[in-house]
């Protein structure tokens, strides 16, 4: 087995990925290898739930329903905690290069998620706003507070409208959340409820999910009101207005970019292989080719599953399956024993429909309405209340 040089552990983003490297990683160490994870918030952020624009827009600035405090978590796991933002990754020195400074390791893991990507859409990343972070989910409540209170002072009978761009579950699950939630409440009795576009773009809607959830779903989205424009890509936006690829024009007081992901630059600019948007493209044991003790582990990886032939999701499910593989890797790797190959069972998948709605699919059996609302509830809560206990649950 190829040789690694001394050095400690370092673990890059504390998401959903890297949070469960360490934990996995310190308990069945204990000391052995000193573990830095590496962040540019405090926090651990609760990205599944970055949908709940209305909750967040009552929130305000008290996110604490949508965070951990990393601190809080790593102190009882002896894992050190450093804030920085990677800029870019030496694997040759093996040295991150931080804001804040440089990190040496001997071992490595990349969790550095993805952003958003934005395809060369003239437009889109300056006037759309993003709930893949949580500050993009902040400001997009902020702002949607902002043109409800402004509502009644729409001409005639006019109703705010909300363009949400991306027929995919983060898409699909703003758009409900944004047509359910009770704005009258939150802004104002003379506040107009926004008239909300789900605009699906040239790719199925929620294309790759079982077809008895789709239908579903299509049901309650159009219960809630939202209104679905589907077969074209958005080709520009521009302030008040998204444009079609065959040159519809959709007037809109606020535009949301849920279409899609790439990994992050530092990723992109690594020189390993890569698969699609930059994403890397790993082992079997989700280690680099060619750099023995760096892994890669999240939505940074393109992964297809040796088992099925097909590509693992970029989902927190399939990131904290990889996690637990990754980290018996890190050991194995550490303690110079066999590693042993990721393969990805899903364990059912639910989305969100706002108002106690939902669709979903578990074991291959499709639940819909409240009991799946409930089932993702339940489940989310779950994953918190373990994640500040400093365990790792698992989600769906
Ligand atoms: C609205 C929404 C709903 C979703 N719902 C579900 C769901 O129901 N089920 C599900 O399984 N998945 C869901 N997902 C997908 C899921 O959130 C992601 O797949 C998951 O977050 C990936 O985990 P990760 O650890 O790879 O990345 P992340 O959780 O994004 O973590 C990446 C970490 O890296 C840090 N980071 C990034 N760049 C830098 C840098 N340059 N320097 C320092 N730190 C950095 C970030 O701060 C973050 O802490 C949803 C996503 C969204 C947006």
Redesign the pocket.
Known sequence: MASVPAGPLVI?????????VAQQVSRKLRGQVPIIL????P???L?????EIGKLAEAGPDVRAWTVPLAQVLDRRGVEFRL????SIDLSARTVH??SGEQRFGYLAV?????ASYYGVPGASEHTF????LSG?QKLATQLLAIERASATLAGERRPRIAVVGGG??GT??AAEIATTDWPRLAGPTTRSPDVFLLTGALPFLAGFPPRLIAHAREILRSAGVQMIAGWNVTRVEPGRVTLEDGTVLPCDAAVW?AG?EA???VKALDAPHGKGGRLAVEPTLELPGHPGVFA?????EFRDPATGMLV????????AE?RVAAANLVARIRGEPMAAFTYRERG????LGLGQAAGSVRRVTIWGSPAALL?RL??RDYARAAEKGDTPN??
């Open positions: 890059l983003g504390a998401g959903y990925a890297g949070l469960t590496v962040d540019r918030t926090v651990h952020v990205r599944t739930q970055l949908y920085g933002s990677v800029e931080l804001d969790c550095l998620g993805s952003v993003q709930v893949y972070r989910a579950s983060t699950e703003l849920c992901l992050p630059p530092a582990v999240g939505d940074v990886i999701p970029g989902t927190a499910q399939a990131a904290l996690a998948v639910v989305v969100a993702k489940v989310a989600l769906i």
